[in-house]
């Protein structure tokens, strides 16, 4: 009984020591690019632009969904490798509140967008969040393989929510997309009140 007490007590004190903390990026233990995969499940300022311009794509249809699809990840692994050779911010307000409020905004407003409209702002918004992945990357010295995961991982939602809302055919459907729009640029606008007030 003594030892199990002093074993769960040992436990409980291990618990509570203090580690450096990463909060940006994922360790999984498993390599790089399960790493990778992992951050953009847990950084929702990266996953929720990705389901937000996915949105947008769907909404304008299956031409531009496949544009999208493989513009993203694309410009996301260049922006990260670009990211890692200058690890620079290029932008000082945050990235992920200004995608999250203009392509939000523009999947809230059903926007009749081409495919070549879509395919920029994924191009853009890829390279950006890429970048941010990769100075990080390059900051932390971790291995920039971890990029392949996370463009893999964003190809993967995207399609996801891409076929998903391409797929939908009864009116009320689209509005529902649109309301989930609606709340993604909330948020990025939220984001921006809190990078603006210096909280973020």
Known sequence: MKRTLGTALAGACLQLAPVPARAHLVTTGIGPVYDGIAHLFVSFEDLLPVIAIALLAGLNGPRAGRWMLFTLPIAWL?????????????????????????????AAADFRLGPTTVTALALALGIVHGWQNGVAL??????ATGLVGTATAVFVVAALVAALVVALRQPWTRIAVRVAGSWIGATGLLLLGWTLSGRA
């Open 78 to 106: 260049l922006g990260g490798v670009a990211g890692t050779l200058v690890p620079v911010t290029p932008l000082q307000v945050g990235p992920a509140a200004l995608s999250l409020l203009a392509i939000g905004a523009l």
């Open 138 to 143: 390059a900051t932390a010295g971790l291995k």
